[in-house]
Structures are given as C-alpha cells and as structure tokens.
C-alpha cells in the first residue's frame, strides 16, 4: 500500500489546492457531542438508516415527521412497547412507509437501545467510547445486536450520527483493491481488519479522522 503522503499529493493534484480539497472532507463529531445526542436521537437515527436502505432518501426523509409522530418521538421507553397489533395499525397509515419488516425493527432497535442504555448509561457513551481504532468491531456490535444493521448499514448509520469511520463504498473498495490491501469487498473478519490497519496507518502517519482519508482514498479512482 502507499503511504499518506502519496494519497495527499494525488488529492492536491486532483482538487488543485489545499482549500479545494479540505472543503471537500467531513467533519467527525466530538466524543462530547456524541455523548449529548439522546437515546431517541440515536433511535430516529438508526430507524432511518434502516428505512433508508434500498429507498431514494429524499423519499424517506420527506416523510419522516410522521415517522417522528408514529413513533412517540423515538422515544426507546414507549417504542419497545409497541406489539404486532400496533405495527399492523401502522402498515395502514399512508403517511408511512409501509415494509412490515423495517417497521418491526424499530420496536427491536428501541430493545437494543435501553440494553445499551442499561449497561453504559446511554447508547451516546457507547458510540463516543468504542475506539475509531477498531470502528469494524463497532460495525459488528452494532450488526449483532441490531435489527438490519448488517451490510454497510452500521459504518452509513454511524457516518450519519457522526462518529468517525470508513465506509466501504464502491469506490473506496476499488481503491483498497489498486492498493493490493484486499481483493474483494470487505465482508470477511479477515479482510476488515486488513482494512482497518491499513486505515490505522494512513491515520498514524497524517494524524486525520477516517472519514476523511476514507473520502480522499475514494477520490483515487479515475471514472
């Protein structure tokens, strides 16, 4: 694999100038802002990556105030209430998107979220703690003991919360593959751990957040 300072100079090259390319590259959030963001937050969060999945996201995100309204405001401690009856009510609601099998996963993510709750203080402590440095092993938490987090659901539901990673996008993956870091997208333990050290030294040597050089890396694909 190459080193930081050639994935710098390709990106400077590409964008033209330093400016040009930070304006390009996200910004992770703070552990404290992590940790501020309530339990229902994250709920909202993780139910709308889920319904987000497979759907034009504009779509989704149009609707989701009557999710906000059918779901008492995410809130975990009234949502793990909600039984069969209730969810069948729901697939009538026109205002919904109506797919049985997301809207059941939300009763079992707000389940999730007060065990985390239970055992950290609050699914924020959780998120902000688990180190970047193994942010795959944050994936697989959350694809475990999640409801249809699996796939790239964990590493975009995290992106959208804030908290630092990469995503194995078509690009990136085309890019680890130019690298020799990996042959296939990443779904084997093996093969993201080789991406995640290969992520650790980019992050050593230049001292930037992931999502960032995940973005930059991205950009070494010519289309």
């Not at 889920?50 to 609707?63: M, N, Q």
């Not at 694809?143 to 975009?156: M, N, T, V, Y």
């Not at 593959?177 to 040597?205: C, G, M, R, Y």
């Amino acid at each position: 694999m190459r080193d930081y300072q050639w994935l710098h100079e390709y990106c400077l090259n590409r964008f033209g100038s330093a400016a040009a390319l930070e304006a390009r590259l996200p910004q992770p959030k703070s552990d404290a802002e992590l940790r501020s963001l309530s339990d229902d937050r994250y709920l909202s969060l993780i139910a709308l990556r889920v319904f987000r999945a497979g759907l034009k996201h504009s779509l989704v995100d149009a609707k989701w105030p009557a999710f906000e309204q059918a779901f008492f405001g995410f809130d975990p401690e009234k949502v793990v209430l909600m039984g069969a009856e209730h969810l069948e009510r729901l697939m009538q609601d026109e205002r919904l998107i109506r797919h049985l099998g997301k809207l059941k996963s939300v009763p079992r993510n707000a389940q999730f979220v007060l065990d985390v709750q239970k055992d950290k203080g609050s699914f924020g402590a959780l998120i902000a703690d688990w180190p970047v440095t193994d942010i795959v092993g944050l994936w697989k938490y959350l694809a475990k003991h999640g409801s249809q987090l699996g796939g790239l659901s964990a590493p975009r539901f995290l992106r959208m919360v804030g908290k630092d990673t990469f995503i194995p996008t078509d690009d990136m993956v085309a890019a680890l593959k130019a690298q020799e870091i990996i042959d296939k997208a990443p779904t084997s333990q093996k093969d993201l751990a080789l991406v995640q050290a290969a992520f650790n030294k980019w992050h050593e040597q230049s001292g930037r957040p992931l999502c960032q050089l995940s973005v930059m890396l991205a950009h070494t694909v010519n289309h």
